[in-house]
Structure formats: C-alpha cells, structure tokens
C-alpha cells in the first residue's frame, strides 16, 4: 500500500522555528494535511495544501511541497510550549478518499 | 456548531462484553469514518461512510466489529465479544466532500 513516513521525534528550544518533515509515496495525491494532537484530545485539523501548490502561509505556519520529491514540511516559526503535540502528516488522492496517515512526529518544546 | 461528537468519552468493561460507541458527525456533512489508535499500530482507518453507505470497510479488524450509520447524523461502531487487544481510542470523523475531515474528541476504551 501507499506510505506516509515522517521522523518520530522532534526537540526543539521555545522561541526557535520547528521543521517537521514527511515523505509520501502515492503520486496521485491532491491534499496533503497536518494535523495536530494534544495529550489526551483527537486530530485537530492545523492546516492543508494542494498538490498544485509549492507553499501556503497561516500566521506562524508554512508549509512546503516538493511534488517530485514526494515530500511535505511543516515549519512552526517561534515554537511555545503549546506546540508540544503530536503532528500527522496526511495524504488523500481525492476529497472522498480516506486519509493514509504517517506514524506521528512527537515535538516537544523545551524552556 | 458543536463539532464531531463522540459518547462515551471513556469506556472500561470486560472481556466478552458488548461494546457500543457512538458518533454525531457534523451537521451537513456527508463522509464519516472510523478510525482506531494504538501506540503499536499508530491510526488505523476502520471503515466509512458515504452518504451513509459503507463505501470502505477493509480496515475492520474481524467480524467482531460492526459499524451502523441509520441516518446523516448518527453512527455506531459494536464490538462483540470484546478483547482486551481492543483496547485503544477510537476516533469518528466527518467530511463535507471537497473540504477536510474533523475528528471527534475519541472514545478511550479499556477492556480487562
């Protein structure tokens, strides 16, 4: 089957930008998401792009695709506590599909 | 709107009990999944639904697992009997098609 793979473990001073990476393997993929869990809470959607896009900005996040190489970034500018979660990367061939999601990248933000 | 609801929050029983959880998607959307999370097996899409027809149920782990969707705003996933390798949180999610899917808060199952 298709794959979604991404780094299981990120450490990352408070105040420094965070970059979580994901490499996909489905061609056909249209939306490419990130999703962010909370200890003890479900997926909360953090932001999305097309598979026709190369970056997409919201507030403190960017997030870029490399369609030929297959891989998604998720950068978080002047990381807080509060980003300390689990972040899945996500991937859909069309807007029906079911998500193939990566094994969760874990990003704990230190003092 | 409210979001996804998901009841019970929290469910603890014992091996061979039936298991009920239950699902209120989004007003208005179409799609509705069923995922499962365990730390050996990260999250599992289970089965869902479109327009309340089950579309995909290849990740249903046996025939111990059932899932219902009667109507647009209602779902259920059944288990029975219940094992304890069950355990896990279990996730519903909705979709209005061309958007992205919400989750629900989970359900946090425990069987001894």
């Known amino acids: 089957g298709e794959d979604v793979e991404q780094s299981l473990f990120l450490s990352v001073r408070e105040g420094d930008s965070s970059v979580i990476n994901c490499t996909y393997t489905d061609s056909s993929s249209t939306y490419l998401y990130w999703y962010k869990q909370e200890p003890g809470a479900g997926l909360q959607l953090l932001t999305y792009?097309?598979?026709?896009?190369d970056m997409k900005q919201d507030q403190r996040l960017t997030v870029l695709l490399n369609k030929k190489d297959k891989h998604l970034s998720l950068r978080i500018a002047d990381t807080q506590t509060g980003d300390s979660a689990i972040y899945f990367c996500?991937?859909?061939?069309?807007?029906?599909?079911?998500?193939?999601f990566g094994a969760g990248t874990q990003v704990v933000v230190t003092p | 709107d409210a979001g996804v609801i998901q009841s019970p929050r929290h469910e603890v029983t014992e091996m061979g009990q039936e298991v009920t959880l239950r699902c209120k998607p989004i007003?208005?959307?179409?799609?509705l999944f069923w995922y499962r999370q365990t730390m050996m097996r990260g999250l599992e899409l289970l089965i869902y639904?479109?327009?309340?027809?089950?579309?995909?149920d290849s990740g249903m782990p046996e025939d111990r697992f059932s899932a219902k969707m009667p109507n647009a705003s209602f779902s259920t996933l059944k288990i029975q009997p219940s094992e304890p390798r069950d355990s896990a949180v279990y996730f519903c999610a909705s979709q209005l098609r061309g958007e992205t899917q919400y989750f629900g808060p989970g359900t946090r199952l425990l069987v001894l």
């Open positions: 996500a991937e859909t061939p069309d807007s029906w599909g079911k998500l193939q």
């Open positions: 639904f479109n327009n309340n027809v089950p579309i995909d």
């Open positions: 792009i097309f598979s026709n896009m």
């Open positions: 007003s208005g959307h179409n799609s």
